[in-house]
């Protein structure tokens, strides 16, 4: 069964770095765009970023441009989210997410109803 399963979290305090990971298994992550949403405590599911299959182009929330940067590595089953210069504001639990075709040109790409196969998130937490 293909399966998505994050790991990274932990606590930082502000202006520090994470990077966070989204293993891949059963081939869910061959073809398919991923994506990194967030959940903070109290507040509706955001996109974070995404990242499309065919060419590695990506996509970003505003709140995380120029701080948060998505790749992936196919040979390795995997996707990740390096996380600089940190906020609390960025404190949630964060899901990693794959689609078929979903970060694309026509497509938003960071609306959690665009994706059908979820990991079962990795907290991170910004703190003094």
């Known amino acids: 069964q293909a399966q998505l399963k994050e790991s990274g979290g932990g606590l930082v305090q502000p202006g520090g770095s994470l990077r966070l990971s989204c293993r891949g298994s059963g081939g869910i992550l061959d073809y398919n765009d991923i994506a990194w949403f967030r959940q903070a405590p109290g507040k509706q599911r955001e996109g974070v970023s995404c990242i499309a299959s065919s060419d590695g182009s990506a996509k970003y929330a505003d709140s995380v441009k120029g701080r948060f940067i998505i790749s992936r590595d196919n040979s390795m089953n995997s996707a990740y989210l390096q996380m600089n210069g940190l906020k609390p504001d960025d404190t949630g639990v964060y899901y990693c997410?794959?689609?078929?075709?979903?970060?694309?040109?026509?497509?938003?790409?960071?609306?959690?109803?665009?994706?059908?196969?979820w990991g079962q998130g990795t907290q991170v937490t910004i703190s003094p």
């Open positions: 997410a794959a689609d078929f075709m979903t970060c694309r040109e026509n497509r938003n790409g960071l609306e959690s109803h665009e994706y059908r196969s």
